[in-house]
Structure formats: structure tokens, C-alpha cells
């Protein structure tokens, strides 16, 4: 994936109607393209996270639900999957139930600016710069102490500086996890 001037490639930042089928992924009500995460580095990310049994993975903005199901079916988790295009959802709930996982992974339609992320204990993300950056305080204000949160490709600026970095291949991920939360004195 480029990083400089377009964030996504170029087959995905621009199309025009001599480039028929692209369309579908600039839909005006997206704020980020779908470009599903390659499947070795959606387990790199689980990884990176420690995910366990124990843990509950929202994936925001989930595509076609691949983080979500490997997070169940690989890394025994429940997960939680968000989509503002119903497609992606109608897809995602098909790929758990052939994964036999759909009683641990949920698929909910709506803006994940909206979605109620409390119950997380980690947070994955493969959006844009921007997006990050507008999540980002309700990451730190919203999620429990000790949340880890990944993204894929994109950091959260220098004001929150990852705690991990890895390269693999075309791809970065990166780790936070969310601190304890500063009291008035
Ligand atoms: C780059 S794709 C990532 C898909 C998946 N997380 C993965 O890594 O394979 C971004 C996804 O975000 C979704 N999306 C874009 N804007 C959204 C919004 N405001 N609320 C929820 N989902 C959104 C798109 O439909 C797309 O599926």
C-alpha cells in the first residue's frame, strides 16, 4: 500500500467511468474504501494483540469480517464486527457462519463513529490517517484501561507514538495499548 500521497493505490483512489467495477468501493457514505487486510496479516495482527479466549475484538469498519472470524475461529475470542455498507455485513455474517463462529461473531450495520465500543478489550483498525485521528479521543476516553488497539498500516499520530511496529512485507501494523486515565489533581 502506497503511504505517501495516496494512501490506498491508485486503482482504489481514483476511478472514472472507463475503470468499470471500482465504483463500488467510493460510495459517498464510506469514509475509508473497503481494501481487506491480507490474511497473513490479519493473523499478524491477532498476534500482535495476544489475543486469547478471553478477549472481546471489535474490528471498526469490518469489511467482510475476516479479522473478526480468525479472531474466533484461530484465537478462540468473541468479536465484534462494524460496517456502514450492508453488503460487507451480509458478507460477513456468511463467511462466520461458514467458519462455524457465528454464535461469537457479531456483525453490526452502522457508523463506526457511532458504535458503542466499550466492551472491547481490543480494538482493530484499517482505515485512513484522518480517521484515526478523529477516533482516537474517543479510543482513549471510551475503552478500558489496558484495551489494546491495532491498526493496520495507519498510526495515531506523534501525540500517541505506537508501543510496537512491525513490517511485514507491503504492510505495517502497529500496537497501543489505551493508559490508565489521568485524574484531576
Ligand atoms: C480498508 S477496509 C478494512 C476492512 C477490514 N477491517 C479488513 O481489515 O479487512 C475499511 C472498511 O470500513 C468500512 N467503512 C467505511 N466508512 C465507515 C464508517 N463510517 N463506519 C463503518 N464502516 C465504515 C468500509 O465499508 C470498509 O469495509
Redesign the pocket.
Known amino acids: 500500500m502506497l503511504l505517501t500521497v495516496l494512501p490506498f493505490p491508485p486503482a482504489f483512489a481514483l476511478t472514472t467511468p472507463e475503470e468499470p467495477g471500482l465504483e463500488r468501493d467510493f460510495r459517498a457514505d ?8 491480507k490474511q497473513e496479516t ?1 493473523e499478524a495482527m491477532l498476534k500482535l494483540a495476544g489475543v486469547g479466549p478471553k478477549d472481546v475484538v471489535y ?6 469480517g ?2 473478526v472470524v480468525t479472531a474466533a475461529k484461530r484465537f478462540g475470542a468473541r468479536g465484534v464486527g ?4 450492508p453488503a ?1 455485513i451480509a458478507e460477513a455474517r456468511e463467511n462466520a457462519k461458514q467458519a462455524g463462529v457465528a454464535s461469537r461473531a457479531t456483525f453490526v450495520l ?4 457511532n458504535a458503542d465500543i466499550r466492551q472491547a478489550t481490543v480494538v ?1 483498525l ?2 485512513l490517517p484522518s480517521v484515526n485521528q478523529k477516533l482516537k479521543p474517543r479510543l482513549l476516553a471510551e475503552l478500558a484501561p489496558g484495551t489494546r488497539v491495532v491498526s ?1 498500516d495507519f498510526d495515531m499520530g506523534a501525540d500517541w507514538p505506537p508501543q510496537k511496529t512491525i513490517h511485514l512485507g507491503r504492510d505495517t501494523i502497529y500496537l497501543w495499548t489505551v493508559p490508565e486515565r489521568r485524574t484531576a489533581n
Request: net charge negative.
Open positions: 464510506l469514509d475509508v474504501p473497503y481494501v481487506p487486510t490479519v474490528d471498526l469498519g469490518c469489511g467482510d475476516r479479522i462494524v460496517d456502514i455498507d460487507r452502522g457508523d463506526l463513529f482493530m484499517y482505515l493496520h
